[in-house]
Each structure stands twice: as structure tokens, then as C-alpha cells.
């Protein structure tokens, strides 16, 4: 009974996804993970068609064809769910064994948890990480812009000018929260900084004042360094160099206010000095902030734990929690594209290669010889410089990454194919009249299944150590995505902020080394020399 309730929640939760991503799209709802195939079909145009296609289903102007398509496999794969005779789900006896076999292996089997985890993170998508709020309440209505498509411009809330016509900087809206005019709510996500072009500001910090000089924040000693003056919006209003807790230049008989603008000049081992310049007075220019307020500033990148930042800024200014999570779901879109494209022709050769021989074998051979001796860093740089800017993105690396991907696994399959055609249930298939498409498919395929179990996450390191290689000389991803490998290079290349190069390797030593975990105990648990079909 328990494994038949199960089996329909499984059934029901997979369809009732596939519906909401429907009236999602024809709604103009964003949601987190579910929207996805639509997404993918907006940055990748020839996923989608003219809207003449299917008018219905058509969205600004174009269908959208394989997210529906994706959310037609999803909901027949819940209907088939639902339907099945069985009472559960329950795993065929040998794959049954295979799965007590890796969860006796603690070390890959908690690689796996955690990477699950990560995943799961990872599908909040802009409930987690996001410039947009995920609800703001205005003039006693709710608007959720984190999960519309559609942009809102600031004359939504209440604001003027130029700000009414671009859309809404809703990190200053939560300033402005339950001020007369503005919303009386503004819910953030935890991150509020999109991965990439969403630079913050400077952080700031105030230091304090102790007996009429400027100390540290930590210490609550004499300051020494650059300090500024701010404007009430948070811009630099007057920079200043403080020796000891004093402006710099300090003059014998000067008054605190003027040593703030008198800027102090040496020539010949004597000082001199350069007066105020600007409109107005000096008593003018120095009123326009509060001189009690003398705050630190951390220009990018800036330290963890400073103006909101968790893991602190890189030199462009992004937040590095949010760059680094925009990183990963890059590098899980690059995997689900990746690895059905190389394993299926990968698969599709080494089988072919296999079932027949000869010379569909030879021809083979010498095709991959062929492509396997050209310099792949050489083709990306040439094709990097030929292929227009707006066509560069995923789509032209990922291709590239599969157009030389697919080689190294052919040689396993054909060989494995080679082993299997000799065995007698194939010779009793073909007795029987079976075809070779259905021997192919019905009878080796399936006994191909621990390989390919097998290679999937060495596969998927494959693909997460190259896209950050390419990143870092220069040839990946256009900086409209998020890269741990550019990360990797800002870092190296500014030493002198060690948390910009240390998230970027811990992130991807951790994720390289869960997959090579759940890869050694994947291989453990199938191979047949440990273990035998009567344990």
C-alpha cells in the first residue's frame, strides 16, 4: 500500500510540474526549475519557430516548440506512471543489487547526497539568488516580479523620472520600504544580485570617533589610510587620507573644517598648499554632508562579510555567492545538454561498429583517427574569431565540446558490442527472426547499461573541468554567463584578494571531487569481477 501511494504521489507531482510549466508560459510566468525548457528555447533561437507554427501556443511572436515538447514527455511520463499495473517502483532484481552494492560504499553514496543537495539549490533558481524582489506589496496589492517574465518599470511603484521609465532598482525600494509614498513590503531574495551584469556598489563602513579623531573599526585605534565623506544616495562626496586619525596635511593654526579641503602639497622639503577650488564656499561644499560620518570604502573587489556580500565582489563588482551559484546551473545546463548529445552518438558508432564490422568498422576507425588529431584549442581559437558576437554563447562551446567528446567512448561500446554479438542469446534472437535493429535495442543495449552508468559522472567532470578551462585562457562563455573558470582568472590575476581565487578553486574542487566519488563507487558497484549475480 505504502509503495502504491508513492508510486502516485511520484505520478502526480511529475504531471501537475508539466501543467504548471504550460500555463506558466502561456501566462508569462517565471518559475523556478519548471520554466527551464522555455528558457532554454528563448537563448537558443533554433529551439523555437515562427509563431504560424501553433498560434495557440505561440508567446511574442514565436513557438516555443521545445519546451512543449519537453513538458509533453514529462506529462506522459507521469500518465505512464500512473497507469503501470505494478503497485511501486521497484528496481529489477540486478540493479537492485547494483543500488545496495553503492550504498554500501558510505563515500559515494553521501558524494551523492550532497550532490542531490546542490541541485536542489540550485533549481530555487531566482527565489535564491536574484535582482527582482520576490513580492512587493504597493497601494494594498501584491506583485511577485521575480516570477514574471515581463519587466515592471518603476512608475509601477510610485517612482519619477528616469527611474519611472527603466526597471525597478527594487535593492533601493527595499530602502525606501514603508516610507509615505512607497511600498509599505519588499521581499528580497537572500542574495539580491543577479550572477552577472549587476554590479554593486562600493561597499562602505563607517568608522567611529573617538576624542575628536577618526579610529578603526576593529581596534578602536588612530586610523590610518583613505577614508570619504558620503553623499546622503551613498557616492563619494570628499576623499581623504588620514595619518593617526587626522586628515593629512594637517597646518598649525588651521581649522578642522578647512584641513578637510586644503590639500597638502611639498616642493623643495617645504609645504605648500592649494586652495579650495570648487562653487561656492568651503563652509558650503563642507555642509552638504555630516562631517561626523567617515566611512571606509572597499572598492571591488571587495572583502566577504562587507556591504552584504557573503564571499565579498570580483573586479567587475558582482556579488561572488551569486556569480558562483550562476556558475553552477551553467555548468548543469551544459551537462544535460552535453552528455545526451556525446552518449548517444557515442553509443549509436561504438554499437554499429561493433554489431557489423568490416568495413563499417574500418571507416569508422579512420573518421575518428582523422578527428581526434586536430588541435581542439586551435579550432576554438579559430572559431572564436570567425563566428560573429551574436552567435557565440553555449550552444557554439558545448558543440564543440561534443564534436570531440564522443570519440573516447566509442571504443568502449564497440568492444563491449563485439563481446555481447558473440553471446547465445543473440544467435537465439536471430534464430527466432529478430531483426537487427530490435537485437540492437532489445537485447545489447540493455547490457550495455553498467558502462554507461559507469562513465556518466567521469563524464560530467569532463564537461565541468573544460568549460572552466576555456573560461579561464579566454575562448568559453560571453561574460553574459557566469564562469568559475573567468572567476578562476580574476583571482589568480589580483592575489592580493585571495577570496576571489579561493571560492572559485573550492568550488570546483568540492563539485569535481563529489562526481569522482560517485564515479569510483558507481564502477565498484557494477563491476562484475567483485561481485556476482548470487549474492
Avoid at 19 to 35: A, F, K, Q, V
Avoid at 334 to 361: E, H, N, R, S
Avoid at 504 to 512: H, K, N
Wanted: proline share 6%.
Amino acid at each position: 500500500m505504502m509503495g502504491m501511494k508513492r508510486k502516485n504521489l511520484i505520478a502526480l507531482l511529475i504531471i501537475l510540474a508539466a501543467c504548471l510549466g504550460c500555463l506558466g508560459e502561456l501566462r508569462g510566468w517565471l518559475l523556478p526549475t519548471i520554466s527551464w525548457p522555455f528558457t532554454v528555447s528563448r537563448e537558443l533561437p533554433f529551439l523555437s519557430a515562427p509563431a504560424e507554427w501553433a498560434p495557440p501556443l505561440a508567446v511574442q511572436g514565436r513557438f516555443h516548440w521545445f519546451g512543449w515538447a519537453f513538458m509533453g514527455v514529462w506529462l506522459l511520463v507521469g500518465l505512464y506512471i500512473l497507469v503501470r499495473r505494478t503497485n511501486s517502483l521497484r528496481l529489477p532484481p540486478e540493479m537492485a543489487r547494483r543500488w545496495n552494492r553503492f550504498r554500501s560504499i558510505r563515500r559515494g553514496y553521501w558524494s551523492l547526497l550532497a550532490l542531490c543537495g546542490i541541485l536542489c539549490i540550485a533549481g530555487l533558481d531566482q527565489c535564491l539568488v536574484g535582482k527582482r524582489a520576490l513580492a512587493v506589496r504597493y497601494n494594498d496589492e501584491w506583485y511577485f516580479p521575480a516570477f514574471c517574465r515581463h519587466v515592471m518599470p518603476g512608475s509601477v511603484f510610485g517612482q519619477t523620472g528616469n527611474e519611472a521609465l527603466a526597471e525597478t532598482d527594487y535593492r533601493k525600494l527595499k530602502e525606501s520600504e514603508g516610507r509615505p509614498g512607497a511600498p509599505t513590503m519588499v521581499i528580497m531574495p537572500p542574495i539580491p544580485y543577479n550572477p552577472t551584469m549587476d554590479a554593486a556598489a562600493f561597499p562602505t563602513e563607517r568608522l567611529p570617533i573617538r576624542a575628536d579623531k577618526v579610529c578603526d573599526a576593529e581596534n578602536l585605534l588612530p586610523y590610518n589610510g583613505l577614508a570619504c565623506r558620503l553623499y546622503p544616495d551613498g557616492g563619494i562626496h570628499l576623499r581623504l587620507r588620514y595619518r593617526r586619525g587626522e586628515p593629512d596635511g594637517h597646518v598649525q593654526g588651521w581649522d578642522r573644517e578647512r584641513r578637510e579641503v586644503y590639500s597638502a602639497v611639498y616642493s623643495n622639503g617645504k609645504l605648500q598648499t592649494e586652495r579650495y577650488r570648487g562653487d561656492g564656499s568651503v563652509s558650503d561644499f563642507l555642509a552638504l554632508t555630516d562631517p561626523k560620518h567617515i566611512c571606509l570604502v572597499h572598492y571591488h573587489p571587495a572583502p566577504p562579510l562587507t556591504g552584504g556580500h557573503l564571499l565579498g565582489t570580483n573586479s567587475q563588482g558582482a556579488d561572488i555567492a551569486a556569480y558562483l551559484f550562476g556558475g553552477l546551473q551553467v555548468n548543469i545546463k551544459a551537462a544535460l545538454f552535453y552528455l545526451p548529445v556525446i552518449y548517444t552518438i557515442g553509443l549509436m558508432m561504438g554499437m554499429l561498429m561493433g554489431y557489423f564490422g568490416g568495413k563499417m568498422d574500418l571507416f569508422t576507425q579512420r573518421v575518428i583517427e582523422i578527428l581526434s588529431q586536430l588541435p581542439f584549442l586551435f579550432v576554438v581559437m579559430i572559431l572564436s574569431d570567425l563566428v560573429p558576437l551574436e552567435l557565440r554563447g553555449m550552444f557554439l562551446i558545448l558543440s564543440l565540446l561534443a564534436l570531440f567528446g564522443w570519440m573516447h567512448m566509442t571504443y568502449i561500446f564497440r568492444t563491449a558490442t563485439m563481446k555481447e554479438k558473440a553471446r547465445d542469446y543473440v544467435a537465439a534472437a536471430r534464430v527466432m527472426g529478430a531483426g537487427t535493429f530490435h537485437i540492437l535495442t532489445v537485447h545489447i543495449l540493455p547490457n550495455l547499461t553498467g558502462i554507461i552508468v559507469t562513465l556518466l559522472p567521469f563524464s560530467i567532470a569532463a564537461v565541468v573541468l573544460s568549460l572552466a578551462s576555456l573560461d579561464y585562457m579566454g575562448f568559453g562563455l560571453p561574460d553574459t554567463y557566469a564562469s568559475w573558470g573567468r572567476l578562476l582568472n580574476d583571482g589568480l590575476s589580483k592575489l592580493s584578494s585571495p577570496w576571489v581565487v579561493s571560492a572559485a578553486f573550492v568550488s570546483l574542487v568540492v563539485t569535481l571531487m563529489l562526481v569522482t566519488f560517485i564515479g569510483e563507487a558507481v564502477r565498484e558497484a557494477v563491476d562484475p569481477r567483485r561481485h556476482t549475480y548470487y549474492e
